[in-house]
């Protein structure tokens, strides 16, 4: 049975009661611009900042400033504070090996989803007492398969004795809403996921 996920959201937000703590997975400013927009009335967010699948370090160093920047201008009615990751771009080579010939939004993009969310989830883990529940901003996304984020998302809080927050940050024209506050805030909107492989499929597809 197809789950809509911004329902259980809504559910989840509508149970929270007092004020909670969140551990946001964030890929990028563009896509955590609405979410941060969203949710900040509900939580004390920590972003965190943890993407080895982007091509290059001069890259990475120019997203996670770009986070930053929006993150200081966000008007944000809960605390919102950023925490950075390693760049690994190992890791992502690592889980990308074999996978190397598949297309867009495949078993390698999966093998990615949950390479990062492995990384919140554990972060959260380490630091329990900071926190109620992870979640990511990658469901904001047209290209990404929220279906498989949420899977990802709940059995990764099975194994480490955490909590998820389900999310479908698409709908309720969130993405729409995403792009509007990029243009407000002159941000950075790279048109590639972040990897390789999507970097070639842009070139190849326009």
Known sequence: MKINYQLE????????GTKKRLLLHCCCAPCSSYVLEYLTDYFDITVFFY???I????EYNKRAAEEKRLISLLPHSNSITFVEGSYEPERFIEQ???FDQLPEGGERCFRC???RLAETAKY????????????TTLTVSPHKNAAKLNEIGFELADEYGVSYLPSDFKKRE????????????????QDY???EYSRNYKRENG
Do not use: A, V, W
């Open 9 to 16: 959201l809504d559910k989840k937000l509508d149970e929270l």
């Open 51 to 53: 993407n080895p699948n």
């Open 55 to 58: 091509t290059s370090r001069e």
């Open 96 to 98: 990308s090996c074999g």
């Open 113 to 115: 989803y949950r390479l």
């Open 124 to 135: 959260m883990s380490q630091h329990r007492d900071e926190y109620d529940y992870f979640c």
């Open 174 to 189: 969130g993405y729409k809403r995403s792009i509007e506050l990029s243009h407000e805030y002159g941000l950075y909107r």
């Open 193 to 195: 996921c972040g990897c």
